[in-house]
């Protein structure tokens, strides 16, 4: 299960269907362009809280899943523990595999 949920990371992030980073993922929700919001399960406390709260007022969904370095590796960014999805599709999957887990 695992596998498949880095892969369709991987596959999001080269068809440019993934943002990563604080500030690119709050845009996108700004801009109502999010599906899904993934934190890092070693993310802080305080920022994942911050988050959550943000993406429950905007009824985004989000999941907590693998460390920081684990995701930044899968997607090609550096040290990132935000990643956001703004297509439904994957979204979609990500989450049945996430949930599967």
């Keep these: 299960m695992r596998k498949k949920v880095d892969s369709y990371l991987g596959f999001a992030a080269k068809s440019r269907n993934l943002v990563s980073g604080n500030?690119?993922?709050?845009?996108?929700?700004?801009?109502?362009k999010l599906k899904l919001l993934i934190l890092a399960e070693d993310l802080s406390e305080n920022t994942a809280k911050k988050l959550t709260k943000l993406a429950?007022?905007?009824?985004?969904?989000?999941?907590?899943?693998?460390?920081?370095?684990?995701?930044?590796?899968?997607?090609?960014?550096?040290?990132?523990?935000?990643f956001g999805i703004t297509d439904v599709n994957f979204a979609d999957v990500i989450v049945k595999e996430i949930d599967g887990e």
Excluded: M, W
């Excluded at 500030?23 to 109502?32: F, P, V």
């Design 56 to 82: 429950k007022e905007n009824e985004i969904p989000f999941r907590n899943y693998g460390k920081s370095e684990e995701l930044s590796k899968i997607t090609g960014s550096q040290e990132r523990g935000i």
């Design 23 to 32: 500030y690119s993922c709050l845009n996108a929700i700004k801009q109502k």
